[in-house]
């Protein structure tokens, strides 16, 4: 089992936008700039874990996330 933990606020990616370089290539950005910097985080803890594998996954693979988010003070307020 491969385990990691990552800190932050989780951030959907959104829509994708395609757009045309000045050398005539295509690249494609997501719509959403708040989420670079989860995926940054994402990468940073994956990175080290993938490195140590012996070998490249080829089978079928399960994931479980689990996402631990503050208890806002409005929503404590609302289960009095």
Do not use: Y
């Amino acid at each position: 089992m491969i385990e990691f933990t990552v800190f932050g606020t989780p951030q959907p990616a959104g829509s994708k936008i395609a757009f045309k370089r000045g050398n005539g290539s295509v690249g494609v950005r997501d719509a959403c700039h708040k989420s670079r910097p989860w995926k940054e985080n994402v990468a940073a803890a994956a990175g080290p874990v993938a490195m140590q594998l012996d070998e490249l996954i080829t089978g079928p693979v399960a994931l479980t996330i689990t996402f631990f988010k503050a208890i806002t003070v409005r929503a404590r307020m609302r289960e009095r």
